[in-house]
């Protein structure tokens, strides 16, 4: 019986490790959705995942929009991770943090400035 509870746990957790969002479709569906690997001329700013952990990537908007993105190991970390940035942004006067932060399984999304519509569905699209 012990061997079977076991068993279970570990395949649970396995497929928990399936759902995992992959750093190279991510880039790949926000590049699609309109947020390229390549910052347009003129584009400034960080977003302020860097207080809370190093992304991974960085997307930009035609516009310049800054979307810093961290693909994190489990989704227990991602909602820390967001936690953690959101609380770090209030102290800047940054007050839309609903907005600017976008955490779904293993990811953290961070806007440098307030994304229109468009970027935030993009994003939240390819979080599935």
């Known amino acids: 019986m012990a061997i079977l509870a076991i068993a279970s746990s570990v395949t649970a957790c396995g497929s928990d490790e399936d759902e995992l969002i ?4 991510l880039r790949g ?3 699609d959705g309109g947020l390229g690997a390549k910052p347009p001329r003129g584009a400034i700013g960080y977003a302020p ?3 809370s952990t190093t992304p991974d990537f960085s997307a930009f908007s035609d516009d310049g929009t800054r979307l810093d993105v961290a693909v994190l190991g489990s989704e227990r970390k991602a909602k820390r991770t967001a936690a953690d940035v ?3 942004m209030l102290p800047l006067g940054i007050s839309d943090t609903d907005q600017r932060v976008v955490a779904k399984q293993n990811v953290v999304a961070v806007f440098a400035d307030s994304p229109s519509r468009e970027e935030r ?3 939240s699209a390819c979080l599935g």
Not at 22 to 25: G, L, N, R, S, T
């Open 49 to 51: 995942l860097y207080l």
């Open 29 to 31: 569906c926000l590049a």
């Open 22 to 25: 992959a750093e190279d479709p």
């Open 121 to 123: 569905d993009a994003v």
């Open 86 to 88: 959101q609380a770090a």
